[in-house]
């Protein structure tokens, strides 16, 4: 019997990693945060001046990267590339921004596919991203499309911030989100965009526990699950 996977894509910002991580706890299954790959290959391109205008010198890259999730002492996320814990460093603007660049480019994704795929191991799988469910997993057993107004991330992520002592523009943050929108919606390669047979919803002014307990009621009445 094939391994179970629940992909979930959306935009950046609309929670969709933290939804993740509260389904995949719920159900015992392991967690793919397939955005954190990306971030993880733009950082180490900038820590090794890889030139971020090159997709094959990224893909190299990216297939040489020693990546491990884990937890902190304290039960919070936790991401080792080649054995330091930079789990911070993936949260800025400018790696984000970097994950985006480098998400666009075809070798790039291609180089990271296998290595997304090789998370689905039993009980299941929570793949959070944005093309779990039209690329990576397309026979996942629910596909959930989590988006919010980009107002609503830009506080979400205003506030992650603030609680971080980072001061940073509200307007800048909203900018970013558009135009990040913007590339990953237009890009040529695994646009980000609804599957077909997603289920699309809208977590604007909805607290983590309704959004979660929705998936997961989604989840039980799926066949194959």
Known sequence: MSVPVIAIDGPSGSGKGTIARRVADALGYHLLDSGAL???????ARRHDV???NPEALARLARSLNIEFGRDGQGGEMVLLNYED???????????????????????REALLELQKSFRKPPGLVADGRDMGTQV?????LKVFLTASAEERARRRHKQLKDKGIDVSLAALSRDIEDRDRRDTERSVAPLRPA???RVLDSSGQSIETVTN???DWAERCDGF
């Open 137 to 141: 997993f397309p026979d996942a057993v």
């Open 51 to 53: 030139d971020m205008g």
């Open 86 to 108: 930079v789990t911070n460093e993936l949260r800025t603007e400018e790696t984000g921004a970097g994950a985006s660049a480098v998400a666009a480019m075809g070798p790039v």
């Open 38 to 44: 990306y971030r993880l290959t733009a950082l180490a």
């Open 196 to 198: 077909e047979d997603a």
């Open 214 to 216: 929705t998936v997961l």
